[in-house]
């Protein structure tokens, strides 16, 4: 223990360690703070929303209280389909920026593409982003713990102290892990302490429990670095050497490596490009609607309990069909969307430990609670919201029902069903079971490195 | 007891140390000379375990340190032409923090004592390194040999650049560790310390020791001529 002191002690007896920790806790603490300021943001939309959705069931709950109304009216209000804030928003703003947590769902708008979609990429897509704690996490954090121990060894080799040390009979495997775990340790300490008080400052009931598995992501990714130290002393003579080294796989891994996996992410599963997707629904919208009466007619022949007396279709009822037929002819197209981003996303998870800083951004997004699954829990929630929509309106529309005070429970409404807990779960462990096995690699790799001998050559 | 038997060690094609043979006995100074390149240095990164030898063994009282090179070592103090140690440490906090490398722990003002008995006094020991003179490096060398109780003493040329003073007072302590039983390799180009220090002198020449004389030997004859004759034979 004393001997980790003294390890402690070397370190801050360089004036510039203070100056590494104090920047280090700046970019921390704006990370947080811009993390807490777009989590109090989706708070206050999702408030409003709320009472939005809250004031108009009221004013319908009172008009049905009196009377019955047209569900032309009803279906035509957009009812909100809203995903609530992240749990940890705090900690990593992830796609929540990109992509939106309201969608407004009515019987008119249910071939309407959500907005921001076409702007869904590739989530490990760590050149995006801002910056948030998560940001700082994967990208400054590994930078400031190479900073602290690159030179866990090196210089000595150039100082002579080295020798002096494995003279005494030190086990070098023992001396550098033991240095290399007290250099790391007050840039991990700060970092896992801003983790926690990200969980800390979430409003979900797990927010504590998502902290510490992002406390623990960010140790295992720490070790990791940490580990690269060991590897790059076991080879560097100097300590120029060994900062070279340091930041060249800082840029490898950080990157480029999640870069590289993005164009080809990108190139294998190619995502339909907003234009495309807009295109494809103007022409579907054209096609279906010089085939307005042909459709509403069709439909009728194929659903003659809705058919109106007479089989004369309003406008309304014409425009209805239009859309059900845009629906139709847009949904290859919705699908090989959805079915690129999932392609995309599903090899992002398979070669997320190309780069440990991928397998963290993903990890620490999904705690977050604003990775990619998350919300494709929401779109595909919403999807399926959209089709209660139409199955509780449309025979209503179409026959005219009107609505009363006993179809209110009825109403379609939307509520966001979180993933089990032991899914999610499931995924982080895994990463963070991947990014140990990588600091173990690269741990025993150093330790091939670390002899007596090889040191002192 | 320092010991070499039939120690090699070959870089390539290159033979640095030619089946050395070599004791040293508790308490006695073994003044190792010879050109650059003879292979003292060579002798002495053997006995370290910093080298593997390609055939012979190297023994630190009793220790092959092919065999277990960490018990070896902490048999062993080290002493080179530069101690070197970490400038932002004061004197005794890198004999702690050396000291504990080797598994020695020792209180505060046991180190400190350890210090005064190798020459540096507290005021000077609670410097910072990077203030230090050779010689007072050369002094935390000596206590951290005295903390680590060690049996034998490697030196490596201990005073080079030291200046007369100063190189007296390490003979003196250097004579004082022999007395309490260390024994002590020391390679060396300083003729006048080998022949006023050691028991025995070794004249190592591309990598074979060509001569061994005792001090009574040495004291007779001039050291240099023997050595010039020696290395130009």
Not at chain 1, 125 to 135: E, I, K, N, T, V
Not at chain 1, 191 to 205: D, E, I, N, Y
Not at chain 1, 365 to 383: D, I, N, S
Not at chain 2, 195 to 200: F, G, I, L, P
Request: net charge neutral; hydrophobic share 50%; proline share 5%.
């Amino acid at each position: 223990m004393k001997s980790f002191g003294l390890e402690l002690k070397l370190l801050f007896a360089d004036r510039a360690t203070w100056g590494l920790l104090v920047v280090f806790v700046a970019t921390l603490v704006y990370g947080l703070v811009n993390g807490a300021e777009a989590g109090a943001r989706a708070r206050d939309n999702a408030e409003a929303v709320q009472r939005d959705a809250f004031e108009w069931n009221r004013q319908v709950r009172e008009v049905l209280e009196r009377q019955s109304l047209d569900p032309r009216q009803v279906a035509g209000r957009p009812t909100s389909a809203l995903l609530p804030p992240a749990p940890v928003p705090a900690l990593a703003v992830g796609q929540s920026d990109l992509l939106p947590s309201v969608e407004q769902v009515s019987l008119w708008r249910l071939e309407k593409p959500s907005e921001g979609r076409a702007e869904l990429e590739n989530p490990s897509r760590l050149m995006a982003g801002r910056f948030d704690l998560a940001f700082v996490l994967v990208w400054l954090f590994p930078l400031f713990l190479l900073a602290a121990a690159y030179d866990l060894c090196a210089g000595d080799r150039e100082s002579g102290t080295l020798r002096m040390a494995l003279a005494q009979g030190a086990s070098p495997r023992r001396w550098i892990a033991l240095r290399a775990l007290a250099r790391g340790t007050p840039i991990l300490a700060l970092a896992v302490a801003a983790t926690l008080f990200a969980g800390s400052s979430g409003t979900a009931p797990d927010a504590g429990q998502r902290g510490a598995l992002a406390a623990l992501v960010v140790l295992a990714y720490g070790l990791f670095w940490l580990a690269v130290a060991a590897v790059i002393n076991g080879f560097a003579r100097s300590a120029a050497a060994a900062a070279m080294a340091a930041g060249t796989i800082w840029v490898v891994f950080v990157l480029v490596v999640p870069t590289l996996l993005n164009v080809v992410v990108e190139s294998l599963h190619p995502a339909p490009s907003r234009a495309e997707l807009v295109a494809e629904a103007r022409a579907a919208a054209s096609d279906a609607e010089k085939r307005g009466n042909e459709l509403i007619s069709s439909f009728y022949r194929d659903h003659p309990e809705l058919a109106p007396p007479g089989m004369q279709a309003d406008m309304m009822s014409r425009m209805l069909a239009v859309q059900d037929e845009v629906g139709r002819a847009m949904e290859p197209v919705k699908e090989r969307f959805d079915e690129a981003i999932l392609a995309q996303q599903q090899v992002v998870d398979r070669w997320r430990f190309a780069s440990p800083a991928i397998a963290t951004h993903e990890a620490l997004t999904e705690l977050a609670g604003t990775g990619y699954w998350r919300h494709r829990a929401f779109r595909e929630q919403v999807e399926a919201f959209k089709g209660a929509v139409h199955a509780y309106y449309s025979p209503k529309f179409h026959k005219r029902v009107p609505l009363t005070k006993a179809d209110l429970p009825h109403f379609p409404r939307f509520e966001f069903a979180e993933e089990p807990a032991s899914v999610w779960r499931a995924r982080v462990l895994a990463g963070v079971a991947g990014i140990l096995a990588l600091a173990l690699a690269c741990g025993i790799w150093a330790a091939t490195r670390l002899s007596p001998q090889k040191l002192s050559a | 007891m320092l010991e070499a038997l039939k120690l090699t060690k070959r870089f390539q094609d290159r033979v640095a140390l030619d089946a050395l043979d070599l004791r040293v006995e508790p308490g006695e100074i073994f003044a190792l000379l010879g050109p650059n390149g003879a292979g003292k240095t060579t002798t002495i990164n053997l006995f370290l375990g910093f080298l593997t030898p390609d055939s012979g063994e190297a023994r630190v009282a009793g220790t092959s340190v092919a065999a277990d090179p960490v018990a070896a070592r902490r048999k062993l103090a080290y002493i080179p032409e530069m101690v070197s140690l970490y400038p932002r440490f004061s004197g005794v906090e890198n004999l702690d923090y050396f000291s504990r490398l080797g598994g020695h722990q020792r209180r505060r003002d046991e180190l400190y004592g350890l210090l005064e008995k190798a020459g540096l006094q507290r005021e000077a020991a609670e410097r910072r390194v990077g203030t230090y003179s050779k010689g007072m490096r050369q002094k935390v060398g000596i206590a951290l040999a005295l903390a680590t109780g060690a049996k034998a003493l490697l030196l490596d040329e201990p005073t080079s650049g030291l200046d007369p003073a100063a190189s007296h007072e390490f003979s003196r302590m250097l004579k004082r560790l022999a007395g309490e039983g260390v024994a002590v390799l020391m390679a060396t180009h300083d003729l006048f310390r080998a022949r006023e220090d050691a028991a025995r002198v070794g004249i190592l020449v591309g990598g074979r020791l060509v001569a061994q004389y005792s001090a009574k030997d040495v004291k007779d004859r001039d050291l240099e001529e023997i050595y010039l004759e020696r290395i130009s034979a």
